[in-house]
């Protein structure tokens, strides 16, 4: 399979060996490889054509990974490096050996109150992080969190290269680029997202881990957006009611509704589970 991908999107960075082919997407093919210290490290390959980005562009893409990593939070999957190799936009980044998020689901589908509560708690104070420093996830869904081995979280994917595939053209400009069950309905009717975008994907996986499925599914593309517009926020569970504040302050249709900040979203949380200690 490597040397498959390699034919078909050539790739070589000075120093390290390539092992085995991780994902691949749409945009994009995730390596294992050994970093010149001999260490394990992901390195994302993406796939679109860089000879149709401008140098601003592409710095600002550079400046951006090196803020993340500069802020080196354990919520987050750390970059190491990111550049042009072979004529491709790559992103060398901390290798997390373990499982996503989305799969750990489909053994337990729902996992213990408190486990589910600390994941929420994770997730939140990841996203405060980058919203602290300007940025957005812009894509976030149980398949972009891997579970570390000591079953702590952290977000990948960010949505740094968004600009980047719209320029080169991979992309356009009214496409929504994230998965159509996180999706926020201002970004449904081709509003700009903001953080309060993140917040709604946020909603949908505390849903999940509460509830053990998404709150809106269906097997038609078009109905599934209507559901995000227009649908009634679904209810917990009686015995969860208690969370159902925080549920619907994240999943509320306008932005302006909703829950404002990843950090009043933990803030909610404390309290929530305060009352239901007493």
């Not at 710095?59 to 951006?64: V, Y």
């Not at 509560?117 to 149980?142: F, S």
Request: glycine share 6%; proline share 6%; charged share 20%.
């Amino acid at each position: 399979m490597l040397q498959q991908a390699l034919a078909r999107y050539p790739f070589d960075l000075p120093g390290y060996y390539l092992l085995k082919v991780l994902h691949e997407s749409d945009n994009a093919i995730i390596f294992l490889a050994n970093n010149p210290a001999g260490l394990p490290v992901a390195i994302k390959r993406f796939k679109f054509d860089t000879s149709k980005l401008g140098k601003s562009l592409v710095e600002e893409f550079l400046m951006e990974t090196r803020a993340l990593e500069l802020l080196n939070h354990r919520g987050l999957v750390k970059p190491l490096a990111a550049g042009i190799a072979s004529h491709a936009l790559y992103m060398a980044m901390e290798y997390v050996p373990g499982t996503t998020l989305r799969r750990a689901l489909t053994t337990t589908p729902i996992p213990p109150l408190e486990q589910a509560l600390r994941w929420l708690e994770e997730i939140a104070l990841a996203l405060a992080a980058i919203h602290g420093i300007g940025l957005l996830h812009q894509d976030l869904k149980t398949s972009n969190i891997l579970v570390r081995q000591d079953n702590s979280l952290a977000l990948l994917d960010f949505g740094l290269e968004t600009r980047l595939l719209v320029a080169s053209g991979f992309m356009r400009m009214d496409e929504i680029y994230c998965t159509p069950y996180y999706v926020s309905p201002e970004r449904i009717m081709g509003d700009a997202p903001d953080e309060r975008a993140d917040l709604y994907a946020l909603g949908i996986i505390l849903y999940e881990l509460l509830a053990g499925h998404k709150p809106y599914e269906s097997t038609s593309l078009g109905e599934l957006l209507k559901k995000h517009a227009i649908a009634p926020i679904p209810r917990l569970p009686d015995t969860l009611s208690g969370y159902q504040p925080l549920v619907s302050g994240l999943l509320a249709k306008f932005p302006e509704n909703r829950v404002q900040s990843a950090t009043e979203v933990v803030r909610l949380l404390h309290e929530i589970r305060a009352q239901q200690a007493v």
